[in-house]
Every structure is written in C-alpha cells, then in structure tokens.
C-alpha cells in the first residue's frame, strides 16, 4: 500500500504537468481570438498570450538591419525648412526637348523657384530656351528596360538633391507636356507630404508574373508593385532612394529583361515596390503624368496634331479618379479618387505622349488652358 502510493504520486503529477504543456502549447500557437475566450482567460492573459507569440519574421541578415534602420531614421527625419523651396525639374531624355519653347512659358516669370536637369542620354541637346542652357549633367547610355534607366534616374535625382532648397523632385520624358501652369504645379507639390509614384498589385503576367524568387528573402512576392515610371519625390524619399543600395541591387539583378525565360522592367517595379514596402501611406499611389493605354497596344497613345485641342487638355485636366487595371484575363479595373491633403482633386499635372508636331499648337493654347 505504502509502496504503491509512492509510485502513483510522480506518475500522476507528470500526467497532469503533461496536460498543461499540451494545453499551453495549443494555447501558444492558436491564441485565443474570439471574445468568449479571452473572457475565460481573462483579457490580461490574452495580452500576454499574444506578447508571447515570437514575431513572424524571419531573421534579417545584416544587410536589412543595416537598410531598414537607415530608411526608418530617414523617415522619421523631419526636412529642413527653407526660404526659397524649390521644384527640381528632371528631364530623362535622349537629346533635344522637343517641348522646350513650351517649358519656357511654363517657368517664365517663376525664375528662382525651381531647377532644371537633363539627362542627355544619346546626343547633347540643343537649346530653346535660355532656362534649359547648362542643365545637362554627366549621362550615361540608357537602355530601354534595363537597369541603366533606373540609374539614370538617381543620377538626376542626385545632382538635383545638391541644391538644398530643392523640396520635390519631377521626373519628366522629352514626350511630356505640361498640362497646367507653374502655380498650380509648384502648390500641388510643395504643399502635400506625399511622393506621387504610382503602385497598385496586379496579379497578371504584366504584374506579378514578373517576379522572380531570386528577390526572396528581402522582397517578397505579396509586396510586389507595378506603376508607371513618371514619378515626383518628396525631398526625404529621393534621399532614401540615394541610400538604398540592397533593394536597388535585388531589382538590378533580378527584375530585367529576360530574367527566367520573363522579362521584368526595374523602372516599373522598384520604386513602387520598394515604397510600398517601407513608407505605403507616403505615396500617393498614382502618377500625376497622365497616359492614355486605352488602345490596349504595346505602347500607350501617341497624342498628334489632329488629336491636341482645348477640349483634350479640358478633359485630361478634369479626371478625378485614377483608373488600374490588371492584366490578367479577368483585367480587374480599380478606380480611386485622387485624393490631395484629404479632398478629391484633379489627378494630373503633366501628359505624355504628345509627338513633336503637337508645339506650336500647344505653346498656342498654353495661355488658354493655364487659365481655366
Ligand atoms: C497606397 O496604397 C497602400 C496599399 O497598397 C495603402 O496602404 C496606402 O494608404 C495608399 N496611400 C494613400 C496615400 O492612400
Ligand atoms: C472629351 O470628353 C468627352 C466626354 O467624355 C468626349 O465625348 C470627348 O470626345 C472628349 N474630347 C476629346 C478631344 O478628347
């Protein structure tokens, strides 16, 4: 009897010390949610419960530490106030502007308020307008598609972050127009504290078909983005996108033409990636350069003289929604206000394509439109 009791005891303390493990160790992996069970355990221990949980994460190697707390810090940074803020206009193009002599109204009496750089990439340009003269800086050959796009971008948005007053950063084609005056651009960018980069998902080939898992572990497939390249940058997101080496170096490598039998376009998924990723209420999630892809061709419309009239910048300047669509079968289309400062405003501020022969007649309704 004694004997048999002293064998009992341990046996049913380390089934009952069991018991609790299990329970606990359910408990630990599928923490109770629903309000009933939070009553049972009391709301503190559901607390804890949770606390308790290790963060989902993987561990970050030292390179992403190293990243992430550079891009947190910078975030967290507020901008140096200037007197004299200032627009850094940048041209991405392969020679002459053939919409300099429209620019050139377009800044006419704003000397002082902004800056002009070109990115030349083929031949050196020829000059209009005494506000483009000496704004090339050192180019580089651009290869459509590749990451040599995307560099010259940084090398524009390095030489424009020289000047310290400049506060917003616009990436401009030699295709692009302007669709209202400088006023309205200089006060719909200085006074927001957004990027405009568009982003949206798209689950289609055009997408997310273009992701490879060779950007694993840093990038992941449900944060990768599509968006049109004609970005504007905030002054604190153009010097993240100057600081960035890790993330950059992944789409170099991983996101170009031909890469696993697809061909991938960096300048269309790395930024819209990379900001969605790290700062996704800081963009505006649409592009403030209108484009018309309604053909559905390879290359979105070109706009020609029989085209251009009042009544086309009426319209392109009226849209208040920006429109997405997904290139899968289904072609999903999501439309959003566009939303400046929290009120439903005009989207746009510059269009592309608008071909050459479209100048005179432009630099004609300039003053018209501008004046609406
Ligand atoms: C942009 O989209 C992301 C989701 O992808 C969202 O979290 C963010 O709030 C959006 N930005 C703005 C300014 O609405
Ligand atoms: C402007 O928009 C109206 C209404 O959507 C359309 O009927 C018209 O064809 C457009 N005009 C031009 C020149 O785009």
Same mark, same amino acid.
């Given at each position: ?34 309000? *009933? ?67 050139? =109204?377009?800044?006419?009496?704003? %000397? ?5 750089? $070109?990115?030349? /990439? =083929? ?23 590749? $990451? /040599? ?25 030699? /295709? ?20 405009? $980069? ?28 599509? &968006? ?12 993240? !996108? ?18 696993? &039998? ?5 300048? %269309?998924?790395?930024?819209? +990636? ?39 910048? =009426? ?9 997405? %669509? +997904?290139?899968? %079968?289904?072609? !999903? #289309? +999501? $439309? *959003? ?23 005179? #007649? ?11």
């Amino acid at each position: 009897m004694h004997r048999r009791s002293h064998l009992k005891k341990p046996t049913w303390i380390i089934i009952l010390v069991s018991l609790v493990c299990v329970f606990l160790v359910v408990v630990y992996i599928y923490p109770p949610r629903d309000s *009933t069970a939070c009553y049972i355990f009391s709301s503190s221990s559901c607390q804890t419960f949770s606390r308790w949980r290790p963060p989902p994460e993987r561990e970050l190697s030292d390179e992403e530490i190293a990243a992430r707390v550079v891009i947190k810090n910078l975030l967290n940074t507020p901008s140096i106030e200037t007197k004299n803020p200032k627009i850094a206009f940048m041209f991405l193009s392969p020679g002459s502007l053939a919409f300099e002599r429209l620019w050139d =109204k377009f800044f006419q009496g704003h %000397e002082g308020k902004f800056s002009i750089h $070109i990115h030349a /990439s =083929k031949v050196k340009p020829v000059h209009y307008s005494h506000y483009f003269q000496n704004c090339e800086i050192h180019s580089d050959k651009v290869d459509w598609g590749k $990451i /040599s796009m995307v560099d010259a971008e940084k090398r524009l948005l390095a030489n424009a972050l020289k000047d310290p007053d400049n506060q917003h950063f616009v990436l401009l084609s030699d /295709s692009c127009v302007p669709l209202r005056s400088f006023e309205y651009v200089y006060s719909y960018l200085i006074y927001t504290d957004v990027s405009f $980069i568009d982003s949206f998902e798209d689950p289609g080939p055009h997408g997310n078909g273009r992701y490879s898992d060779h950007m694993l572990p840093e990038v992941e497939k449900k944060h990768f983005r599509k &968006g049109a390249q004609w970005f504007t940058l905030k002054r604190q997101h153009a010097i993240i !996108v100057i600081a960035d080496s890790l993330y950059y170096t992944k789409f170099k490598d991983y996101c170009r033409p031909g890469m696993d &039998g697809r061909n991938c376009y960096a300048y %269309e998924h790395y930024l819209p +990636t990379f900001f969605h990723m790290f700062d996704p209420s800081g963009i505006a999630n649409w592009s403030v350069t209108h484009v018309d892809w309604s053909e559905r061709k390879w290359h979105p419309k070109s706009y020609g003289l029989k085209d251009v009239s009042l009544q086309l910048i =009426k319209n392109l300047t009226s849209i208040t929604e920006s429109v997405h %669509e +997904t290139s899968n %079968e289904k072609r !999903v #289309t +999501t $439309i *959003t206000p566009c939303m400046w400062n929290g009120m439903n405003r005009p989207c746009y501020l510059f269009a592309r394509k608008f071909l050459p022969e479209t100048l005179n #007649t432009m630099i004609n309704l300039y003053s018209s439109y501008t004046t609406i």
